[in-house]
């Protein structure tokens, strides 16, 4: 079983900054792409940014440079650096990665979700 694990989200003000993290953790082979989503009320799950496992990044317009994710392969972690927060930041941000666990195939795989609320 693979698991994934947000923590970092929380209630700050516009204009603030949060790092959000990701672990993952289990029976893990193989870790592919690692990335975040977010789901504000009402609307849909959208992509946030995404890194390789080389690095090579991409990003949502709306966030592009306030943003910035990275990795620690050594750790299976993901994390997002989020400054310069807006209200309209506001959703529950979800890790996701895709990973092959021992002795399975490619599977994409999500965490739960951690909220992120910004005060106008």
Do not use: H
Not at 24 to 41: E, F, K, N, V
Request: glycine share 10%; with cysteine.
């Amino acid at each position: 079983q693979v698991l994934l694990e947000e923590s970092g989200g929380g209630l700050v003000q516009a204009g603030d900054s949060l790092r959000l993290s990701c672990a993952a953790s289990g029976r893990t082979d193989t870790i592919y792409a690692m990335g975040w989503y977010r789901q504000a009320p009402g609307k849909q799950r959208e992509l946030v940014a995404t890194i390789t496992s080389g690095g090579s990044t991409n990003y949502a317009d709306s966030v592009k440079g306030r943003f910035t994710i990275s990795r620690d392969n050594a750790k299976n972690m993901v994390f997002l650096q989020m400054n310069r927060l807006k209200p309209e930041d506001t959703a529950v941000y979800y890790c996701t990665s895709l990973i092959k666990a021992v002795g399975e195939a490619e599977t994409w795989y999500w965490g739960q979700g951690t909220q992120v609320t910004v005060s106008s």
